[in-house]
């Protein structure tokens, strides 16, 4: 008897999960169509993977090359942006996080031009997009810097802060990198190298390091002739992105029998802004110095644990497995449309735009929103929630996230302050779900509660959704405003590679003239006065503080049934789940109350309240109509009928009672 | 009509019984049926109090078996119908043999202590009973039946090691007699937990952590403080259970149904593996969880003066070893019977002779993947007549005080009964153990990415599925049987 129960699986068979490749082997060509092994030069993957694949279709069907490059507007001419934004998408949204601003086009001083954009987000960037073509349109590489300053052509040297002219045609351009998502262990860090260093061209190629195909020499790069046959042909174990390749630029992804090893990075942004991490090891197996470790037992993520992999949702919008289920961009009416890519046709030109949900932090890619397989495209919650007292409701009012991500085991960033630099020239970074510095091993870990948040769900209810909310602050200036550039930050704040005597004299509270992290804040108006002082001196018109606050949706680290909120009381009590404060702060720099960003999907209609210890907490609207709790939420006329009720029954009784009593008495008197 | 307020009071009380009655039954009645193993486990009456029922003076063991069955009339001749008393199985058909054929560690080899013949005052150590020192030993005689060694309730009961079996001079034999109970941890465990020669060496899953082991050592022992005869049910003295190394037959298990429900989980994709999968395969997911046991044991580098002497890596007596803690099991089909090899059964020394290869496949109904230790040997053959050989090493003229393996082999033989040509070398072993101890706590059982995906433990090629069940899609896996085919 063959034994056929692993065929349940058969679900995620699109994305096979065997070493194996079923890919044949290859050329590796260069821009010019000639074998690397004979040019010499750098990988195309144009060139190379353009011999069976249209790349030129998914280059542009790709938002993750496009990184929202034609979408781009002068300041200020984005609906819900920031006056300094430019595109809605990562190339030219600014991001408190990474603070440097894509210098417009119009703006007559350069923060960040087009080639330090690439060195310096190019590591979370595929490539191609921005990183190949013009503003205009123009390949990169046919720019020519002039004497008028041009992002495009021009960098900010970091020594002299002055503007420098690049040369693309030295640099090369960055082609979109398949390797780097189609390959078990593209060599990121060889990559991100390349790139730091402006050898854009190499890039594609350093991504191949641990192939054995290619190594470094010290004029650059070395085709390795042993990794190919004798008619140039090689064997890569290309196939389809697993969970591994996303997480390169997107969260800590874990997988094997080592013990999970934390370690914060913004690259692993959805681990640092959420705490985000996909693994299907138990937490209680990891490396991290958890609170309560010993008891949690469940995986960092269910689905993680259940095989399943990040395209399995988030799944090419073409992919004939996945997409004939989804409706995206198509009319309603017919339950089946057989009009779909043929399998052929979907692996010549695979759409690279992948299926996605509509996240309260990445508002980018709107057409593809609410594309993504949902929980309740797998799950049946009526199914298997008859256990629950009023269910529909409760299906209605909580997004399947809110229950079923609970608490979040690794820390997250609470609050980024961009008011003060540390002593490596950065903004001073709070973190949420620990107990001591982030980046030491033995702090203790204590997790988190997200704060659940109303969204729209497509359904158009509101539903509870767990966020984390991360609050900046920053200094601004000019007329219209822009962030206070990072070269004069420093310059403001560092005198010969130290603190300037200015800032020290302002900052240092317990006068041992070293400025301990713990002292670099500005919670007094003095601090914030002598710092703005210092800002005006380096020639800054008008600085003044703002401070944002941005919702970031978790929907990842999911927990089974077990682990999952599920007493009626964790909610339906004074001490609500669904009430529990947020601490943003530690302290309010320059006592400048955050704004809600605009452009969230986040419901952030609760309050703002300071802490005793002078921190800022944010505590979710209480009594909103759509989220009425029992128990917990209450309601004046509600409360008033209830107590003329009981009193009314009361009298009732008593009325009745004693009527009772009196006939009873005339009867005796009668007898 | 007289209005009577005690009467519907009474009345009213009686009236909320019934509902209350009622309301219970009818809980009752919706409640979905659980699987609930307590209500399967034998209850087992305390034991008897023997302090005044044994009188001494008791000069040796078959002084304590005589006042043993004076009471316990039948009970020796019980235990010699066992195992314990044999160490020979139930006539089995091995297969590639044309009759049936009793084994056990009577006549059998192993790949730690070689066998018995010829040793054994000191493997006898372990019998459940007194005085067999050679092949002359009387099988009949009720007397040396050693009741003690497992009914021992003062932990003070032990045989002195190459005795044959008899009990050590420091034991107070009336004292033990005295304060007899049933069989507890220690007294299995005294065998059973340092088999191969010492704590941990053999099994596995069998070590001195669980004598008072912690729940992330075994669950059932750990945190529900069960006694080995809490799943090994005996009857008659006949306990329940069966060894790898010698059961060729799949009768007397202790299975964990005896307890659990066949599908017990909650997740009705986990109860689709049990068809394929042993409890224990998820269940056991590390084997020697507190203690090294022994991986492999070459008999080959035996009897050289080196400055290492330490019994995990290296012994002049018996060669070298290695030793792992806390590791993965290996995984095969087991439909609970085993090949074995047979004393004279012609090996090829250029491979690894499989001693007790689990039998079962993909294709066999009854099998299941298993979890097991795989014991890899190098030991001592003729190179002649291309069998294994079981040499004399303790005692006089053995290995381990003349280290002349070429007298341990002729000594040996002689009592096999095997020719032995004068020629030997040492061939490679494996014996396989299956795991059915140290079970984890459910949170530390094995979850799908364990077997499954890139990094699963499996090997999903050697077990016939041609590749990961879980992986890919149906024409894929046709390919790759195909090909496998």
């Not at chain 2, 290869?357 to 299941?368: F, H, N, V």
Request: glycine share 8%; charged share 25%.
């Amino acid at each position: 008897m063959i034994r056929l129960w692993p065929l349940t699986f058969v679900f995620i068979a699109a994305t096979a999960l065997s070493q194996q490749s079923e890919h044949p082997a290859l050329m590796l060509l260069d821009k010019n169509e000639e074998n690397v092994l004979t040019s010499g030069g750098p990988v195309s993957l144009y060139a190379t993977c353009g011999q069976c694949h249209d790349t030129d279709y998914i280059t542009h069907n790709s938002y993750h090359v496009s990184a929202g490059l034609d979408e781009m507007a002068p300041p200020g001419h984005l609906s819900g942006e920031r006056a300094w934004d430019i595109s809605s998408g990562p190339f030219g949204r600014w991001d408190p996080l990474t603070y440097r601003l894509l210098t417009a086009k119009s703006e007559a001083e350069l923060d960040l031009g087009t080639a330090d954009w690439i060195r310096l987000f190019g590591s979370r960037h595929v490539g191609g997009g921005p990183a190949e073509i013009s503003r205009e349109g123009k390949p990169l590489e046919e720019l020519q810097a002039g004497d008028d300053l041009d992002p495009e052509t021009h960098v900010l040297n970091p020594n002299t802060g002055l503007p420098e002219k690049w040369d693309w045609q030295g640099s090369g351009s960055v082609e979109m990198n398949c390797f780097l998502c189609h390959l078990p262990n593209p060599d990121n860090s060889e990559r991100i190298r390349e790139l730091k260093a402006g050898r854009f061209r190499w890039a594609a190629t350093a991504t191949l390091a641990r192939t054995g195909l290619v190594k470094r020499s010290e004029s650059g790069w070395e085709w390795d002739r042993e990794g190919f046959d004798e008619d140039g042909v090689c064997e890569l174990p290309i196939r389809d992105p697993k969970s591994g390749n996303c997480g390169i630029c997107h969260a800590l992804v874990h997988y094997g029998q080592e013990p999970l090893d934390y370690k914060h990075d913004l690259d692993m942004r959805a681990t640092e802004t959420e705490g985000q991490v996909y693994s299907p090891q138990r937490i209680s197996g990891s490396n991290m110095n958890l609170a309560g470790k010993d008891t949690l037992s469940c995986p960092w993520d269910i689905h993680a644990e259940r095989l399943y992999q990040c395209t399995n949702c988030h799944y090419s919008v073409n992919n004939p497995a996945f997409s004939a289920d989804k409706q995206v961009n198509k009319p309603g009416y017919p339950s089946f449309d057989s009009s779909r890519e043929n399998t052929g046709d979907y692996l010549e030109r695979p759409s690279h735009n992948f299926a996605k949900g509509s996240s309260a932090s990445i508002l980018l890619a709107d057409s593809l929103d609410g594309s993504m397989r949902l929980c309740e495209s797998c799950h049946d919650a009526e199914k298997t929630h008859t256990w629950h007292p009023n269910m529909k409701r409760h299906l209605r009012a909580l997004a399947c996230e809110a229950c079923h991500i609970p608490r979040i085991h690794a820390p997250a960033r609470s609050q980024v302050d961009w008011t003060v630099l540390t002593p490596e020239g950065q903004a001073r970074i709070e973190y949420r779900g620990v107990k001591g510095s982030v980046d030491e091993t033995s702090s203790l870990v204590t997790g988190w509660q997200p704060v659940l948040l109303a969204r729209e769900k497509a359904d158009r209810w509101l539903s509870l959704y767990p966020h984390n909310i991360i609050s900046s602050w920053y200094w601004v200036a000019g007329d219209p405003e822009r962030p206070v550039r990072l070269q004069e930050l420093k310059l403001a704040f560092f005198l010969e590679g130290a603190y300037h005597p200015d800032i020290v004299s302002a900052l240092d509270e317990n006068g041992d003239r070293v400025l301990s992290r713990s002292e670099l804040a500005l919670d007094t108006p003095e601090k914030t006065e002598a710092v703005k002082k210092r800002l005006e001196a380096v020639g800054i018109h008008a600085p003044r503080i703002k401070g944002e606050m941005q919702p970031y949706s978790i929907h990842h680290n999911v927990v089974s049934f077990p682990w999952a909120t599920r007493r009626c009381k964790d909610c339906h009590s004074r001490e609500s789940r669904i009430s529990q404060p947020l601490r943003l702060a530690a302290y309010v720099p320059g006592g400048v109350v955050p704004e809600t960003i605009v452009r969230t999907n986040a419901r952030m209609n609760g309050e703002l309240r300071k802490t005793p210890d002078g921190g800022l907490e944010y505590r979710p609207a209480s009594g909103d109509p759509q989220v009425y709790i029992l128990g917990h939420d209450r309601s004046v006329w509600l409360d008033g009928i209830g107590l003329l009720a009981i009193l009314g029954a009361l009298a009732g009784v008593v009325v009745h009672g004693g009527l009772r009593l009196y006939i009873y008495r005339q009867r005796k008197k009668v007898k | 009509m007289e209005k009577r307020p005690g009467a519907v009071v009474s009345g009213a009380f009686v009236l909320i019984i019934l509902c209350l009655g009622f309301f219970i039954i009818f809980l009752q009645a919706q409640a979905p049926e659980q699987d609930n193993p307590w209500n399967r486990l034998v209850k087992r009456p305390p034991p008897t109090d023997h302090t005044y029922l044994i009188k001494g003076p008791l000069k040796d063991g078959p002084s304590v078996t005589q006042a043993c069955l004076s009471c316990h009339r039948s009970a020796a001749k019980e235990v010699m119908a066992t195992t314990h008393w044999t160490w020979l199985g139930h006539e089995v058909r091995l297969p590639g043999y044309d009759h049936f054929v009793r084994i056990g560690k009577l006549n059998s080899i192993n790949n730690f202590c070689i066998g018995i013949q010829s040793n054994w005052p000191l493997c006898t150590t372990c019998h459940a009973g007194y005085g067999w020192r050679d092949e002359t030993f009387d099988f009949t005689y009720e007397k040396n039946v050693d009741c003690l060694i497992c009914h021992d309730g003062t932990g003070t009961y032990r045989k002195e090691p190459g005795s044959a079996g008899l009990p050590a001079q420091d034991v107070d034999l009336l004292e033990v007699a005295r304060k007899v109970s049933w069989p507890s941890r220690q007294n299995c465990g005294y065998c059973h937990f340092s088999g191969g020669g010492g704590d941990a060496v053999k099994h596995g899953d069998l070590d001195g952590t669980m004598y008072y082991p912690h729940e992330r050592i075994d669950f059932h022992m750990g945190k529900l403080d069960f006694n080995c005869q809490d799943c090994h049910w005996t009857k008659k003295h006949d306990i329940s259970g069966r060894s790898m190394s010698y059961g060729n037959d799949n009768t007397d298990r202790a299975p964990c149904t005896d307890c659990h429900s066949p599908k017990p989980h909650r997740r009705e994709r986990l109860n689709l593996h049990t068809t394929a999968i042993a409890c224990q395969t998820c269940h056991i997911p590390k084997m020697a969880v507190g203690a090294p046991t022994k991986m492999s044991w070459d008999w080959s580098t035996a009897g050289q003066d080196l400055k290492v002497q330490d019994p995990h890596v290296y012994l002049k007596i018996k060669g070298s070893f290695t030793f792992a803690m806390n590791v993965n099991p290996e995984y095969y089909w087991f439909n609970g019977r085993g090949e074995h090899y047979i004393q004279g059964d012609k090996i090829d020394p250029e491979k690894a002779t499989p001693i007790n290869q689990p039998l079962g496949g993909i294709t066999d109904s009854t099998a299941k993947i298993w979890p097991f230790k795989v014991h890899r040997g190098k030991q001592i053959y003729d190179k002649k007549y291309n069998y294994l050989l079981v040499p004399k090493t303790y005692g006089k003229g053995g290995y381990w005080t003349e280290f002349d393996w070429d007298l341990a082999a002729r000594l040996g033989s002689e009592a096999t009964g095997l020719p032995y040509s004068g020629e030997y070398g040492f061939a490679p072993t494996e014996m396989y153990w299956v795991m059915t101890h140290m079970v984890a706590p459910k949170e530390k059982a094995l979850q799908c990415t364990d077997c499954h995906g890139e990094h699963g433990r499996l090997d999903w090629k050697a077990l016939g599925y041609g590749d990961d069940p879980a992986s890919s899609s149906a024409w894929k896996q046709a390919r790759n049987r195909k090909e496998a085919e």
